[in-house]
């Protein structure tokens, strides 16, 4: 009687999902496509040709680069965003096995001890071993669109560590190029103590002989006092950036075998076209397959509206004590229609369309993100190579104007000052034209990472 009773009801329950399918028609995506400038603005060279991997290797240090490959071997957060793939590898592979039946089997055991009505005590022992087969029929698309979001999702995450891995390796680059800038700042600092300290000897001896003031050795004393102050600082901070840079690399606190500022090179960077950089960032693919799975999901959300139906079956056997062993199956089906839920399956397709709205700005803003990322570190390039040749000319400059000034002042023709003012002048210039040099290397790996630094979507 049932059997027939599910058969009626099956096609009026078929007809009324039918009618909602032909109703929930998806609300349309706000538009993220943009598209690429022409050319790039800054004036830099433009070739067919991607940045390679392993970049790092283009400044010619063998060390920086040792220190990038451990970082990729050994970084923590990159440990952590392996684990997420791994853990959207088992979601996805959850997400696919519910488009396959599910089989189950168990086993009931009963002992009954009963008076019968004739008053003679009787035990039975009975065990029912049984297979159970479920199967849900995606009538909607449910469980299809389910497991394309979650293929989409471990897409998104592969392309998340791919990311990860690149801004590590940028940012050990970063950390490496800012320690050799500290130390070349210290070495210099401590050559100029060096100078500042004969100076403090020679006003000395001037005023023991009469010929300078109280007034000049006070002078010189404070100006060496504000170089000597800057050797700690600056080695505190050396220190801080050395355990910076061996958190980066996986390694407790401690010294990092180095080279020296100078000893790299600058490479020439020729970007491509900016029609490119779609294809080489791994941040974008990260954004265009969350917009996939965030589409996908509000498909499963729209059809969860929608009736299931799920097919079962189940095949066993009865075994009595002192009785032949008895075949037993079900075969049946249901169908489960939303009827009234207080409204919590369409909040729920509600929020999984915001979700998705939120995915498409979030690509949109990915893209454009990426080339001001890209314009902003060539044009660095170039801005700071000219900075860097004024900067030059200034340091000569005033090197020279400091050497003159002291012979000057040691044949007594210039004012402790002259001589002062022009020694700083000299100092100045000498850490600016570090600093610069430090900046224009950061801005070429900070390209190199705008550039994707050549990853390809083949290479998750």
Not at 11 to 21: I, Q
Not at 129 to 149: H, K, M, N
Not at 349 to 378: P, S
Not at 398 to 405: D, F, N, P, Q
Request: proline fraction near 4%; aromatic fraction near 4%; charge should be negative.
């Amino acid at each position: 009687m049932s059997r027939h009773r599910f058969r009626a009801a099956f096609p009026a329950a078929l007809g009324f999902g039918l009618t909602l399918a032909a109703c929930a028609t998806a609300p349309a995506l706000p538009d993220a496509t943009i598209e690429a400038p022409a050319t790039w603005r800054a004036a830099a060279p433009v070739s067919g040709a991607a940045v390679e991997a392993g970049w790092w290797s283009a400044f010619g240090d063998p060390r920086l680069t040792a220190l990038i490959e451990q970082a990729l071997a050994a970084n923590a957060d990159l440990a952590i965003a392996e684990a997420r793939v791994r853990e959207a590898e088992a979601s996805a592979a959850g997400a696919r096995a519910a488009l396959t039946p599910s089989v189950d089997v168990g086993v009931g055991v009963q002992d009954q001890r009963r008076l019968t009505d004739l008053g003679v005590v009787t035990e039975t022992l009975a065990a029912q071993p049984e297979v159970r087969i479920g199967y849900e029929v995606d009538l909607w698309g449910r469980l299809r669109s389910g497991d394309a979001a979650a293929r989409a999702s471990l897409q998104a995450s592969r392309h998340s560590r791919d990311a990860a891995a690149l801004s590590i390796a940028a940012a050990t680059a970063r950390a490496y190029v800012t320690l050799l800038s500290l130390d070349a700042q210290l070495e210099s600092v401590t050559h100029i103590l060096e100078t500042r300290s004969e100076t403090l000897s020679l006003t000395q001896r001037r005023v023991d002989a009469g010929y300078a003031s109280q007034l000049d050795l006070a002078r010189v004393r404070a100006d060496h006092s504000n170089v000597a102050q800057r050797i700690p600082a600056l080695e505190l901070a050396i220190t801080r950036q050395e355990n910076a840079l061996r958190l980066l690399t996986g390694a407790l606190p401690g010294a990092i075998d180095r080279s020296r500022l100078q000893d790299l090179r600058l490479p020439t960077i020729t970007p491509g076209l900016p029609s490119t950089l779609l294809a080489r960032r791994p941040d974008i693919a990260q954004a265009e397959s969350q917009l996939t799975a965030a589409d996908a999901a509000f498909a499963s959300a729209r059809a969860a509206l929608l009736p299931q139906v799920r097919l079962t079956a189940a095949a066993g056997g009865l075994f009595v004590e002192r009785l032949d062993p008895i075949s037993v199956w079900t075969l049946g089906g249901s169908v489960l229609a939303p009827l009234f839920d207080g409204g919590r399956r369409e909040a729920q397709a509600d929020a999984a369309d915001a979700r998705r709205e939120q995915a498409a700005w979030a690509y949109r803003r990915a893209v454009l993100g990426a080339f001001a990322e890209a314009e902003t570190a060539l044009d660095a390039v170039i801005r700071l190579s000219g900075q860097q040749a004024r900067l030059g000319d200034q340091r000569d400059a005033a090197a020279e104007a400091a050497m003159r000034a002291g012979r000057l002042y040691a044949a007594g023709h210039v004012s402790n000052l002259e001589q002062l003012d022009a020694q700083r002048r000299s100092l100045e210039a000498e850490l600016a034209l570090i600093q610069v040099e430090e900046a224009r290397l950061n801005a070429a790996i900070a390209v190199y990472q705008a550039l994707g630094g050549g990853w390809t979507a083949g290479s998750d």
